[in-house]
């Protein structure tokens, strides 16, 4: 319908230039039509005093609207307006035909394979076509484009598809060569996520159009696909471990599947955690989805993530201001756990601290810490119920770097002496801390003699707490939290305050006057983390539970193993992703601290990487100018497998000796063949952003047809400049005929003869 109005192809107007090929100048056409309308305008006025009293007003300037525009279009086309554009020239250029060949074009949809179909519409006389104009050649495509011969070599099989790359490459390496235009033949699944902006640029630079035609349904009919899932990359031993699951489903609103987290990095496949989901409307850990009744795609179902596990012993220092439960329940729960050690001082009396989890008898012999490398050697702290004046400005400012320069773990407990109580809201730690503090104090209370019959402290879930691997007492949601309001009450309370906006609240507590009020807030603050749990009585969970109820030790476990987890060392080694599809490139990254904790960008850093059949490599990483005490460093991996790679930091002393600063493990696995089971669906998307940033055009395969008329008019290759009269345009006869009869059908309806 295009065509038939305005003659050319919607191509020629988006890239030709429109020119006026009349001798006469442009500024007299404009002069005449100004002209025309003054004289249409006098003539109406001339005449409307023996016009009807209808016609009189607004009707008339209709009139002169009409009369004018038909006078402008004619004066236009006496100036015999054309369109210029660059049009290839033919037999002196060559399109570039891309099939796609990855694994994915096999898929069987109305009863043939992707690829078949692409055969079949280049065969239904679209390459024919081409090549009476045109050279071709024909490539298939996956992570590199291979030409070949005939369409008979393709065997869709590969094990991934990148088209960015493949078409970056199709340009450097036809630098030389007069490329008119490429018509790529896909279903638009990249592995690499996306087309690189590079190979658009370099595109774009020789003004190749690449034409997409899409194969594939756009949506699949029944089919449960994982998305991805969202592991932490380390944890410590014996720890559990949130997982973030994200899936899609088609066709299966309203049923049920069954997610489960398995351990195979033993072989064994053993099951970690299992949960049926609801499907709403639209070592190693393997995360899996039960399959479904006709299901589609059973390959993309599961999902493989890496998690490096620490078996090393964490350290916390714990300070308390006064013997209290509190104290000694905590220390029960940490001794069951052997990846989290607790190194206390509990002041007995106003000058007597009482030294418990030492390692030698020198540590902590002068109070706590006054120097940067003596605090920074513990992972963790723990303030209890003891006021900031205990602490001198310079350790106060040592517990903010602490957290915000060493990544450390800050917990503040409530007690009589601490948060407001205490006056840390004049403190210098009050910016790190999750709440703001009341500003007066008195916000300590202690419960009421249980035989009296009051009302006591409780607690309960926040939304945010269902879910948080803190406060997972029960694995089921539901029971998690009724467990929650089951547990005995507290023994005393403190107000926390007010959270601050980048905080979360996982658990309240409901005081004796029926105020909800937070009880556990967490936040993060520079590399480290700080925490309130505001109260000094959690202690009656254990002492009040029933014998064999774990409820109190495991959340303290739960909470110690949070402060402590994520807290770095002084090399911490880093890649994209651990699990390489089809690809093994791998960029390292180590951000590299010195002994007290501030960037070392003079130092020597290097990966040793062992892989599988006895692949060994030493990668030199070097520093990055713009980011002090960060270092890069790449390298492929050659073979499918896992990969351990250990990063060390050295660096040289007074005599010129190196000395290591730290080192840090990761480990990383190459998968090949899985990146192709997933996104199956045709990626239309993809396909028309990348036609749209180039020149091209997106087609289905059933309007391949007019394909060779659309290709010629391109910059790319061997071009002549071609012009096209516009005046003879149907659409330019059309509007003609209907401004003269719409003039004559409103006299008519007017009565103006």
């Keep these: 319908m295009f065509e038939f109005f305005l003659k050319y192809p919607r191509s020629v107007y988006t890239q030709g230039q429109f020119a006026l090929l009349g001798a006469w100048p442009k500024w007299v056409l404009a002069l005449l039509i100004v002209a025309a309308g003054l004289g249409l305008a006098l003539l109406i006025r001339s005449r409307r005093s023996e016009a009807a009293a209808t016609v009189r007003g607004w009707h008339s300037w209709i009139i002169w609207g009409l009369q004018t525009l038909l006078a402008a279009i004619l004066l236009v086309l006496l100036w015999q307006p054309a369109i210029t554009i660059a049009e290839l020239k033919p037999q002196q250029n060559i399109i570039a035909l891309l099939v796609d060949d990855s694994r994915s074009m096999a898929i069987t949809e109305n009863g043939a394979t992707r690829e078949a179909q692409a055969v079949q519409a280049l065969q239904n006389g679209v390459l024919d076509s081409l090549k009476r104009s045109f050279q071709t050649r024909l490539y298939r495509v996956d992570s590199a484009p291979a030409r070949i011969e005939s369409l008979k070599d393709l065997q869709p099989n590969a094990t991934s598809t990148r088209l960015g790359d493949s078409l970056k490459q199709l340009s450097e390496e036809t630098s030389d060569l007069p490329i008119g235009a490429v018509v790529l033949l896909s279903d638009g699944d990249d592995n690499a996520g996306g087309i690189d902006p590079d190979a658009i640029s370099a595109l774009r630079a020789r003004h190749i159009p690449v034409h997409t035609v899409g194969l594939g349904r756009e949506r699949a009919a029944h089919d449960v696909e994982l998305d991805d899932a969202e592991v932490a990359p380390r944890a410590l031993a014996e720890s559990r471990i949130a997982v973030r699951i994200a899936l899609h489903q088609r066709g299966y609103a309203g049923s049920s599947i069954t997610l489960t987290v398995r351990d195979v990095s033993s072989g064994a496949g053993k099951v970690l955690a299992s949960r049926a989901v609801k499907l709403e409307k639209e070592g190693t850990l393997q995360i899996a989805a039960a399959p479904l009744p006709g299901e589609e795609n059973l390959a993309n179902n599961t999902l493989t993530r890496l998690v490096n596990v620490s078996s090393d012993a964490r350290r916390i220092l714990y300070i308390e201001g006064e013997p209290r439960w509190e104290y000694k329940f905590i220390r029960q729960a940490e001794e069951d756990d052997r990846m989290v050690q607790i190194v206390s001082m509990d002041r007995t ?3 007597k601290v009482y030294r418990q989890g030492i390692s ?6 002068e109070g706590f810490p ?22 001198t ?21 409530g007690g009589q002496f601490a948060l407001a109580d205490g006056g840390w809201n004049a403190s210098k730690i009050v910016d790190l801390m999750p709440t703001t503090l009341p500003g007066q104090a008195a916000t300590f209370h202690r419960e009421a003699d249980p035989r009296s019959g009051l009302t006591h402290t409780t607690a309960e879930l926040a939304p945010a707490g269902v879910d948080n691997i803190i406060t997972r007492l029960v694995d089921d949601s539901a ?4 467990k929650w309001k089951k547990l005995p009450y507290l023994m005393d309370y403190e107000d926390p305050g007010t959270p601050k906006p980048g905080a979360e609240v996982l658990a309240n507590m409901i005081t004796p006057e029926g105020r909800k009020l937070p009880l556990l807030i967490t936040q993060s603050f520079g590399r480290g983390r700080a925490a309130i749990m505001a109260t000094g009585g959690s202690w009656r969970w254990q002492m009040s539970s029933p014998l064999g109820d774990t409820a109190h030790d495991l959340f303290w476990q739960q909470l110690l193993r949070w402060v402590v987890s994520d807290t770095p060392g002084r090399v911490v080694a880093s890649i994209p992703a651990q699990v390489l599809l089809d690809n093994g490139a791998v960029k390292l990254t180590a951000d590299v601290r010195d002994q007290q904790y501030n960037p070392a960008p003079d130092t020597k850093v290097e990966a040793h990487i062992l892989g599988p059949s006895g692949i060994s490599a030493r990668v030199e990483m070097s520093p990055l100018p ?14 499918t497998g896992a990969y351990l790679t250990e990063v060390t930091a050295q660096r040289a002393d007074a005599n010129g000796k190196f000395q290591e600063l730290g080192r840090d493990v990761l480990t990383f696995q190459r998968m090949d063949g899985v990146a192709e089971n997933f996104h199956t669906e045709q990626n239309r998307e993809l396909l028309e952003r990348l036609a749209a940033q180039t020149g091209g055009q997106y087609w289905k395969p059933e309007e391949l047809s007019k394909l060779a008329a659309r290709i010629p008019y391109s910059e790319a290759g061997v071009t002549v400049r071609e012009t096209r009269d516009l005046w003879n345009l149907p659409l330019v006869f059309l509007v003609l005929v209907l401004l003269r009869f719409s003039e004559w059908w409103l006299r008519r309806r007017w009565g103006i003869v």
Excluded: C, M
């Design 349 to 351: 009396s106003q000058n």
């Design 360 to 365: 030698d008898p020198k540590e902590l012999a």
């Design 370 to 391: 006054s120097r940067a490398e003596d605090l920074f050697r513990y992972q963790g702290l723990i303030i209890g119920s003891v006021e900031a004046a205990y602490f």
């Design 393 to 413: 400005p310079n350790q106060q400012e040592l517990i903010h770097e602490f957290v915000d320069r060493r990544g450390g773990g800050l917990l503040l407990l």
């Design 479 to 482: 029971a998690n939290a009724a």
């Design 626 to 639: 713009d980011n002090p005490g960060r270092f890069q460093g790449t390298w492929s991996a050659p073979k």
